[in-house]
């Protein structure tokens, strides 16, 4: 079946320091991607989206690259500020399946001054 | 700003008691979901509504009991809950399911404190 596997966190980092979070999946078809953002107290809001291969998403700084043959949506910034600190959540929607939406285990990321 | 807006935000209740959370978007989307969110974990879909009639229940208890009255309005009837039942409800819209790969636009939450 699908499903997502994502960076186990907590994250902590600097202000201005590189972000990766890794993210892979499964899929029977072929899938669009997507990373949520959870700020504390809210819900979730779509960060960026890749619907087929080789897309990159970006939005805000940062940017995901959907690449079929890792299986991979790894989300990047290069340079976090503070007001990044929330969860994010990687996802995939399969028309296989419905178009039912599985998400990954969410990331915490706290940046710190 | 989110134009999937969810009432009330903040809900206490009594095991006994009935309440309702409700839920509206004007996207003119076709399908709406519920899903759980249980702190520091992922959402869990509850249900999922498709041209208003109900297409996916994830074996829910029925002391959970959605209702969609129309294209933009979902309710969850809720009565008899347990307390392990406290977490964040967070609706849901897309555009549609059949065929369709777009996002989820998710309202702010309904906070749910069972006593």
């Known amino acids: 079946g699908d499903s997502v596997t994502q960076m186990e966190g907590p994250v902590t980092l600097s202000e201005e320091a590189f972000l990766t979070i890794n993210c892979t999946y499964t899929?029977?078809?072929?899938?669009?991607l997507f990373w949520y953002v959870q700020y504390p107290g809210e819900g979730l809001q779509l960060l960026l989206k890749?619907?087929?291969?080789?897309d990159k998403g970006s939005n805000k700084g940062f940017e995901a690259t959907y690449r079929k043959e890792t299986t991979s949506f790894h989300l990047e910034k290069g340079s976090v500020q503070v007001s990044d600190s929330a969860v994010y959540f990687c996802a995939l929607s399969d028309r296989n399946t419905g178009n039912q939406f599985y998400f990954g285990t969410g990331t915490s990321l706290t940046v710190i001054p | 700003d989110t134009e999937v807006t969810q009432t009330p935000k903040h809900l206490v209740m009594g095991m006994t008691n009935k309440k309702s959370l409700k839920c509206e978007q004007h996207m003119g989307h076709r399908a709406m979901y519920w899903y759980k969110q249980k702190a520091k974990k992922p959402p869990e879909l509850m249900f999922v509504?498709?041209?208003?009639?109900?297409?996916i229940n994830e074996s829910v208890p029925s002391r959970f009991s959605p209702e969609c009255p129309n294209s933009s309005l979902l309710n969850l009837h809720l009565h008899a809950l347990q307390p392990e039942d406290s977490a964040l409800y967070l609706c849901?819209?897309?555009?549609?399911?059949?065929?369709?790969?777009?996002?989820?636009?998710f309202g702010e939450g309904s906070r749910l404190t069972v006593l």
């Open positions: 509504y498709s041209y208003e009639k109900l297409s």
């Open positions: 890749a619907t087929k291969a080789d």
């Open positions: 899929a029977t078809g072929y899938p669009s």
């Open positions: 849901a819209s897309s555009e549609g399911l059949a065929g369709d790969t777009g996002e989820l636009f």
